[in-house]
């Protein structure tokens, strides 16, 4: 392939196909392609209409509000960050129907925080039993046994509260060594509303005739020999390609190692793919998605990987029934305690403890955001609308403490897990599995009836990085890792110009 052009096609129009494909742009490969199966570019970064305004359905919290972060100096650069609303205060409500001393409450979740955040290393232990067995320490401690009671409900919250972070239905199923490798950018800022944007900025300057729609691809054909003539006028993007046969021996034919064949029929010839679909896509179609299959090591990378699960579902008011200036709402048991935090879909509704305000009120009027983890938030995704929201609207009154709470004039629960081109939300590490399997999902594959033809497969998207996995920036950087790559692969030594560009992040 000296001295060539070569095509690159990228699979997928998420964060990490898009920031690959704007970073190759860079680099100066003119004949890249990127395909998205959906009508949507943007991935788990999406948007939908709620009355009269735009929400986040999918990503809406930059993790890491800090220098580090390549998606917070991308937003700030553009202005985006300007228009981000304090957050408000938190509120906390007991199931007794009486609200919670806020400032108790803070200091007890933030010392739950110090706890369930801590990175093991090589212990082989759950979250879950790290959590109880620290928190049990710390209560025992306490001679009061109101304030022990009330220590263990806002632990157990924290844990909840992980849960959704994580996608997961059991702290106990989740690694304590899961953040062994990870790069702490800083807190976390809320820009509901404004998270799109990122998908416009990446977007900037790419060829609209080289992002193709509605390309569902059903196999990537990789380690052949794949051939078309070049004297032939290539179709319009939005037109069917001839279908490929294999090589003929014709000197002026130009041959490919690998074909991504759509589910429409069309066939697109490349000298390197990226894949960029999500961890929940390829624990469903790898096994066939590919021909030949994957090395047994990386199928078997993808069967210990969990792919968790988060709802949000959006709750419309006429009137707020919440104070002006609260930021979120969260709902205490006092039963609970960090021993059994985990799901329960019979009690489903215990899982629903964590609600958000969209803030501000000016541009979306009162909307609440209530959201729950795993397999509660693979139920509420089949769940009607008005049953959701009759169980909600009760929930609410118990811990309000009065019944003049209304019914929401309009409701949207998301829906990763049905959605066909995602099935869930973002990875994460389960007991017994070492983070640095990621690393293998990231490696490229190689082919072995054409050996010179290196690259040919590669692997993007936040799963494939261990140490920003379950992030719009570990997206981003597995997107420009793998631009990298190509780019050493070809010798191209012109630095990047784009304002998304970091020094290389493993």
Not at 416 to 426: A, D, I, L, P, T
Request: include cysteine.
């Amino acid at each position: 392939m000296a001295g060539r052009n070569p095509s690159i096609v990228v699979v997928g129009a998420g964060v990490a196909g898009l920031s690959a494909a704007k970073k190759l742009k860079e680099y100066g490969f003119n004949d890249v392609t990127v395909l998205e199966a959906s009508e949507k570019v943007g991935g788990r970064v999406a948007t939908a209409t709620l009355g009269n305004t735009c929400v986040d359905t999918g990503a809406q919290y930059i993790h890491g509000a800090s220098e580090k972060n390549p998606i917070y100096c991308l937003l700030k650069k553009s202005g985006v960050l300007n228009q981000v609303p304090e957050m408000g205060t938190e509120a906390f409500y007991s199931n007794n129907g009486h609200k919670v001393d806020a400032d108790f409450a803070r200091r007890a979740y933030e010392a739950g925080e110090g706890i369930i955040q801590y990175r093991g290393f090589n212990t082989g232990k759950s979250l879950g039993e790290h959590y109880a067995e620290k928190t049990q320490g710390v209560i025992d401690s306490l001679q009061d046994n109101d304030k022990k009671m009330r220590m263990q409900s806002v632990f157990a919250l924290v844990g909840k509260d992980m849960l959704i972070d994580v996608g997961a239905s059991d702290l106990h199923r989740i690694s304590l060594d899961s953040w062994q490798y990870y790069i702490n950018m800083g807190d976390s800022l809320n820009i509901a509303g404004f998270m799109f944007q990122l998908v416009d900025l990446l977007l900037e300057g790419f060829p609209k005739e080289c992002l193709l729609l509605k390309r569902e691809v059903s196999k990537i054909k990789w380690d052949g020999t794949f051939s078309v003539a070049p004297s032939l006028t290539p179709p319009p993007h939005d037109e069917p390609l001839p279908a490929h046969t294999e090589a003929a021996s014709d000197e002026k034919v130009r041959q490919y190692p690998v074909c991504v064949v759509c589910e429409n029929g069309e066939e697109i010839l490349a000298d390197h793919v990226i894949v960029t679909i999500s961890l929940g896509c390829l624990k469903a179609q790898a096994s066939s998605l590919f021909i030949p299959s994957l090395p047994t090591e990386k199928m078997e990378v993808i069967d210990k990987l969990c792919f968790g699960n988060i709802a949000k579902i959006f709750l419309e008011y006429e009137e707020a029934f919440w104070e002006n200036e609260v930021g979120s709402i969260s709902l205490i048991y006092e039963d609970d305690t960090p021993a059994s935090v985990s799901t329960n879909k019979m009690q489903w509704i215990k899982n629903m403890q964590y609600f958000s305000v969209l803030r501000p009120k000016e541009r979306f009027g009162n909307i609440l955001i209530g959201w729950c983890p795993g397999d509660i938030a693979d139920l509420t995704e089949t769940m009607p609308d008005n049953e959701l929201s009759t169980a909600i609207t009760d929930h609410l009154k118990m811990f309000f403490g009065h019944s003049n709470i209304p019914q929401p004039k309009s409701i949207l629960c998301t829906k990763w897990r049905s959605n066909k081109f995602v099935k869930g939300s973002y990875a994460f590490l389960p007991v017994g599995v070492d983070v640095q399997v990621m690393d293998m999902l990231a490696q490229p594959l190689t082919g072995s009836r054409c050996p010179d033809e290196d690259l040919q497969v590669l692997f993007a998207g936040e799963a494939t990085m261990k140490t920003l996995y379950g992030t719009v920036q570990g997206a981003l950087l597995s997107g420009h890792r793998e631009a990298d790559r190509l780019a050493a692969h070809y010798k191209k030594t012109a630095a990047p110009t784009s304002t998304t560009s970091l020094d290389k992040q493993n």
